[in-house]
């Protein structure tokens, strides 16, 4: 076995061992999943009590930029796909120019979620507008968070572009990209 292995059977994770990256990741995935989820199930139970006011504040919210940034986060995990991919076959300047790639999404994401955000506060949206863009401003601002996180942790494993690292990084990353494919519709297209 080479010294860049990862020996999945000495771990002792259980159902973990069978997951890419390290078992530690995934259980920072699942407790963001749970996060997430319930914050989610909580402004789907707000907008339930409160249909008009959270159709009226959907109305204001730009889904045509939602759109682009739900294509723009999900071609970044494809590339972030291919590094890891790169990855396992040894291949380290080829997985870097995929994970730079997925970065520089990444980044262009943030980018369009803060033009996106200087719209809405431009035409006298915040927090305190209403229950609507409270949970709203919460929810895209720390899923905003997790992108700039994921960034800087594909930015960390590319450094040696070994498999374990990658896998590690890029599961995270794909974490980043589910949560925004949920929230997108709730957020933007559920009325």
């Known amino acids: 076995m080479a010294a860049t292995d990862y020996d999945r059977q000495e771990t002792g994770w259980g ?3 069978d997951l890419p990256g390290d078992p530690m990741i995934w259980v920072l995935i699942f407790s963001e999943l ?8 909580a402004f789907s139970i ?3 009590i409160h249909p008009v006011m959270f159709a009226s504040g959907q109305a204001a919210l730009d889904s045509h930029l939602a759109g682009i940034n739900t294509v723009v986060l999900v071609t ?14 040894g291949e380290r300047p080829v997985s870097r120019r995929w994970l730079c ?18 719209g809405e506060i431009g035409q006298g949206i915040g927090l305190e507008t209403s229950p609507f ?5 919460l929810l895209t601002g720390f899923h905003l968070l997790h ?5 800087i942790i594909l930015a960390v494993v590319i450094r040696r572009a070994e498999a374990i690292g990658v896998e590690t990084g890029t599961a995270f990353w ?16 559920v009325r």
């Open 133 to 137: 863009f409270t949970l709203y401003f």
């Open 46 to 48: 707000a907008r339930a």
């Open 174 to 189: 794909h974490m980043v990209d589910l949560v925004w494919i949920v929230m997108f519709p709730i957020l933007y297209l």
């Open 147 to 151: 992108v700039c996180l994921g960034i």
């Open 34 to 41: 749970a996060v997430f989820g319930l914050c989610l199930g």
């Open 101 to 118: 790639g997925a970065m520089v999404l990444g980044a262009a994401f943030v980018a369009i979620k803060l033009f996106e955000y200087a």
């Open 76 to 89: 970044s995990g494809w590339l972030a796909a291919r590094g890891t991919r790169a990855a396992r076959a």
């Open 15 to 17: 159902i973990l061992e």
